[in-house]
T-cell receptor, first 117, second 114 residues
Framework: AQKITQTQPGMFVQEKEAVTLDCTYD???????LFWYKQPSSGEMIFLIY??????QNATEGRYSLNFQKARKSANLVISASQLGDSAMYFC??????????????FGTGTRLTVIP | DAGVIQSPRHEVTEMGQEVTLRCKPI?????LFWYRQTMMRGLELLIY????????DSGMPEDRFSAKMPNASFSTLKIQPSEPRDSAVYFC????????????FGPGTRLLVL
């Protein structure tokens, strides 16, 4: 069974500082993918970044980077130079096999990030 | 390019009424997903389609919920009769070539059943 764990219900960060949002996963599949989504107060779900299990390098997208530690089964999201607009819920998700045996996404419970001016 | 489109954005109805939520996926995407989000249960996958065919509806809460995808550009999620516990934000998402690929979400429909 696939499982995604986000242990931080809420995080605070000072504007312009970096912040790390934790995500650990559990899977027995050798091939999987890890995603981060942002959900601002307006409610939409915005795709941020993707890391494949076989990717040699950590994924980066602008101010977002994914600290992928395969042996520890962690895929933490690092946001550099935080901005007020980064205040939102952040969801980690993993690609895994669902009940039908097909690939699907499994979401964590989310971390609410608040950027302090 | 237009993203996933959902309508209505907000719906307030009374218990017992029928509710229909609509979704237009991104053109060319062959997978469509319906999710429900609540504070208590987080984000739950209700059902998903591949090439208009329902693949897994194990997440649909009960027979009051039904979903259809009559063509590649339109899907509906219907609740009949609605109950207060159905109050949630319902998201539609679409992806290309698989549920494990990046899913692009619509803005959601915020449903309140009184």
């Amino acid at each position: 069974a696939q499982k995604i764990t986000q242990t931080q219900p809420g995080m605070f960060v000072q504007e312009k500082e970096a912040v790390t949002l934790d995500c650990t996963y559990d899977t027995s599949d050798p091939s999987y993918g890890l995603f981060w989504y942002k959900q601002p107060s307006s409610g939409e779900m915005i795709f941020l970044i993707y890391q494949g299990s076989y990717d040699q390098q950590n994924a980066t997208e602008g101010r977002y980077s994914l600290n992928f530690q395969k042996a520890r089964k962690s895929a933490n999201l690092v946001i550099s130079a935080s901005q007020l607009g980064d205040s939102a819920m952040y969801f980690c998700a993993m690609r895994g096999l669902d009940q039908t045996g097909a690939n699907n996404l499994f979401f964590g419970t989310g971390t609410r990030l608040t950027v302090i001016p | 390019d237009a993203g996933v489109i959902q309508s209505p954005r907000h719906e307030v109805t009374e218990m017992g009424q029928e509710v229909t939520l609509r979704c237009k996926p991104i053109s060319g995407h062959d997978y469509l997903f319906w999710y429900r989000q609540t504070m208590m249960r987080g984000l739950e996958l209700l059902i998903y389609f591949n090439n208009n065919v329902p693949i897994d509806d194990s997440g649909m809460p009960e027979d009051r919920f039904s979903a259809k995808m009559p063509n590649a550009s339109f899907s509906t999620l219907k609740i009949q009769p609605s109950e207060p516990r159905d109050s949630a934000v319902y998201f539609c998402a679409s992806s290309f070539l698989g549920g494990g690929k990046t899913q692009y979400f619509g803005p959601g429909t915020r449903l309140l059943v009184l």
